[in-house]
């Protein structure tokens, strides 16, 4: 079993830089791929970025390639969302899953509770 806590969200400004964080436990989760998404309200829930165990092998929704950024530290089994030039259609509760990529989508095995993210214009 694999947990996953979130944290980091808040109101931001567009333009801004922010940085979500994802803590998980359990004796697995090193071994996982992680990965955000993210789900604004109305729409549907969308991938955001994926990274694999090692670290390397990242894949980025088209919405935020260059400007977003994921990486993990196994060593605090802590996985990192770092959000540049935020625009305020990247609002949403993002979430930390663990799981596998398959082609463009993740399929999540474990979630954590999500974090809200609103930037203002």
């Known amino acids: 079993q694999v947990q996953l806590v979130e944290s980091g969200g808040g109101l931001v400004q567009a333009g801004d830089s922010w940085r979500l964080t994802c803590a998980a436990s359990?004796?697995?989760?090193?071994?996982?791929?992680m990965a955000w998404l993210r789900q604004a309200p109305g729409k549907e829930r969308e991938f955001v970025a994926s990274?694999?165990?090692?670290?390397?092998?990242?894949y980025y929704g088209d919405p935020v390639k260059g400007r977003f950024s994921i990486s993990r530290d196994n060593a605090k089994n802590t996985v990192y969302l770092q959000m540049n030039s935020l625009k305020p259609e990247d609002t949403a509760v993002y979430y930390c899953a663990a799981g596998a990529q398959v082609g463009r989508d993740f399929r999540g095995s474990y979630w954590g509770q999500g974090t809200q993210v609103t930037v203002s214009s």
């Open positions: 359990g004796r697995t989760a090193s071994s996982l791929r």
């Open positions: 990274v694999g165990w090692n670290g390397v092998n990242t």
